[in-house]
């Protein structure tokens, strides 16, 4: 069974920083992209990053570029999503989200498993 | 940026059909993916690649495109379909990914 599992979510004032991590299982996580998708309270979804298998290719949203960076650790089977110089707008449900299994150049274009979130509140 | 346009709500009777649209310029190029999520939860893939149903989605389910439109339609909607849905693609560049702002099924 696939399972995504947030957590270093919390309460951080603006300017301040903070490291989401998704502890993955049930799959081989090195194969596939992976990403982090937000929802602002009473909002919709936003993509906010994605990640190629082997680290080497990371796209983000154009609102937290240079702010955010995602990694992984294939051999811990985890993503992270660190978080600098955060804004009262950063302020939502930050889910972890398994991309697509393709080789080569290919590039991943949906989310077929979801973890619960982690809620990120950023507030003085 | 990018944007795909959802209606906001759409409602219908148990066993009636709902259709929720989602438009934008680079549908004709790039696949739709539909989600739906129930409050408190995350969100769930119903359908991929415009028309695909994932393993495990009823067959009520179903997407369809034409040009810059695509629609999920559920037939026979039941209570539970009650929902928040989202379209989702790429922009025509292909590497930023947008979802729609959502539409909230009401099953009346």
């Known amino acids: 069974e696939v399972q995504l599992v947030e957590s270093g979510g919390g309460l951080v004032q603006p300017g301040g920083s903070l490291r989401l991590s998704c502890a993955a299982s049930g799959f081989r996580f090195s194969r596939y992209w992976m990403s982090w998708v937000r929802q602002a309270p009473g909002k919709g979804l936003e993509w906010v990053a994605n990640i190629k298998q082997d680290g080497s290719h990371k796209y983000y949203v154009d609102s937290v570029k240079g702010r955010f960076t995602i990694s992984r650790d294939n051999a811990k089977n985890s993503l992270y999503l660190q978080m600098n110089s955060l804004r009262a707008e950063d302020t939502a449900v930050y889910y972890c989200?398994?991309?697509?299994?393709?080789?080569?150049?290919?590039?991943?274009?949906?989310?077929?498993?979801w973890g619960q979130g982690s809620l990120v509140t950023v507030s003085s | 940026s990018y944007e795909l346009t959802q209606p906001p709500s759409v409602s219908v009777s148990p066993g009636q059909t709902a259709r929720i649209t989602c438009s934008g310029d680079a549908l004709p190029k790039q696949y739709a993916y539909w989600y739906r999520q129930k409050p408190g939860q995350a969100p769930v893939m119903v359908i991929s690649?415009?028309?695909e149903r994932p393993s495990g989605i009823p067959e009520r389910f179903s997407g369809s495109s034409s040009g810059t439109i695509v629609t999920l339609t559920i037939s026979g909607v039941q209570a539970e379909d009650e929902a928040d849905y989202y379209c989702?693609?790429?922009?025509?560049?292909?590497?930023?990914?947008?979802f729609g702002g959502g539409t909230k099924l009401t099953v009346l």
């Open positions: 989702q693609s790429a922009d025509s560049s292909g590497n930023s990914l947008v």
């Open positions: 989200a398994r991309g697509e299994d393709c080789g080569g150049d290919c590039y991943s274009y949906y989310f077929d498993y």
């Open positions: 690649k415009d028309t």
